[in-house]
């Protein structure tokens, strides 16, 4: 079966001035799954997401989103849900008021639904949204994407100003709202360990760059980690990419990308946890980055 | 959006609403014939426009873009062109209704009395009668909106919109207004001086001596009050439509 995908980015790049907050980014994202946008902050997640739901322009590349030019027209907005950063809502107004609003713009909208939902959380829906707990306004938010029941929601770190404990009840109800209605998901966090439990998709954005997209399993399965006896890096077999080297007096640890087997057996190869790929990643898009400023400085 | 904007804004309704009330209930139990309290309720009348502009013109774009919430309203399923218009036609709306109530009340009250009915053309006066105030208030909230717009804060935009208002009002009355239509000179003799001009004119400059016995008086004479009045309001309109295309082009084009 072939799917469209939900989400389709060919070098999208976005400039603020002269700073790229988001640069070259190439992501595909198939329909059905969930997604963590993971990086440091001022990686590009923010910016992306706002390119994908048409809140900015990009200055560069083409973005595709459930088949379309994201734009603001109604058609495109109803079929994708978006949580900014910080969960914005009217202070002032409760969450029953923000539901009758949200039935006065939106096509359709499954009010009862989320009634039945913050409910079930037991968050009072008669009071401002200023006098609910951080917890509960991300729940408020959260049933207010869902009501207009989309095809596609994205999160931008939905979950920065939670506690443990909200965090995961977070997570329980976005959980089964894609259990139940089959949609697309892209959340985004600084925090990979938030998110490995719901995602089955990682996208890793890092100096403004993509550094990973690929299914969690995937990217478990070609990557590994090499110890063997102190060496140069040049006499590695051909088709693996170094992403992180460790040379202690004796030893080379090497964090290795290859989709096949390794097969020099003076490697011991270890596998490796999603934190640390991450993590090397991340460490690798810096050292990228700072890279290109020496070789900028050189040709000066 | 009417629902959105009503459940937004209706506290500050209600207080513009008791607001006029208030006045209108201070008007029908002052005397009518004091100096004093016609130049103070001509103060109040002249500020009511900025007001408007202060506290519905430069929050309504700029409180949404400093809490966040443009980015739960501009992802409904509401074009921000949509969004944009029917926020800034119920402001306007709204802006033009006040204006109109408050001169209505207040010319009523002062008609009665000579000093606004006679002067009807000079400044003060003609700035708070007739259908200018309307224009003003017009101007000053769509000149908040589009202040805010651009500042994406609410307090640099009130400060911006209440100097803005404020020069641009001072500008047009001391320098353009006089030659909205070229004036009339006439010479009279020194004796009658000031005492020759039609009741209701608009001295432009202090009369000129010509010889010994006469002197050379420039005023607008008081029957072009109305076309002073359609000019004027022409004026503040076209400037509104400029802030008006200003604004969208800051909501629509520019990045949430």
Known sequence: MTTSPAIHTTGLGKRYGSNWALQDCSVTVLPGHVTALVGPNGAGKTTLLKCLVGLCAPSAGTAEVLG???????????????????VPLYKRLSAEAHLRVGAHLNLEWDADGARRRLAALRIPTDRPVATLSGGQRAQVGLSLVLAKRPQLLLLDEPMAALDPLARREFLESLTSAVADEGLSVVVSSHLLHDLERVCDHLILLSASRTQLCGFLDDLLAEHHMLVGPRRGLNELEPGLTVIKVTQTAKQTRLLV???????????????????????????????????QLVELGGAR | MTYLIWRL???????????????????LTLPRRDGHLIE????????????????????????????GTNGLAWTQCVTRRRWLGCNLAWTILAAAAWGAAVTALVTWWSLSEVSLHLSRLSQGPFDIQGIVPVAYSVFAVVLGVAVGAAFRRVLPAMATTLAGYAAIRIVIAVLVRPHFMSPVSKVVSAAQGTNALPTGAWL??????VGSTRTLLTYQPPDRFWAFQGIETGVFVV???????????????RDA
């Open chain 1, 68 to 86: 379309r030019v994201p734009d603001q027209s109604p058609e495109f907005l109803a079929a994708v849900g978006y949580l900014a950063q910080d």
């Open chain 2, 40 to 67: 103070v309720i001509d103060y109040l009348t002249v500020v009511v426009p900025l007001l408007l502009g202060l506290f519905w013109g430069s929050p309504l774009v700029a409180k949404e873009l400093e809490d």
């Open chain 2, 9 to 27: 804004h209706r506290g500050q309704l209600l207080v513009a609403g008791a607001a006029l009330i208030a006045l209108m209930a201070v008007l």
């Open chain 1, 257 to 291: 990308q290859k989709s096949g087997p390794v097969l020099d057996p003076s490697w011991d190869v270890d596998e490796v946890g999603l934190e640390d790929i991450v993590l090397a990643y991340m460490e690798h898009g810096d050292a990228a980055a700072e890279s």
């Open chain 2, 204 to 209: 432009l400059s202090n009369p000129e001596p």
């Open chain 2, 239 to 253: 400037l509104a439509v400029v802030l008006v295309a200003l604004t969208y082009r800051l909501v629509i084009k």
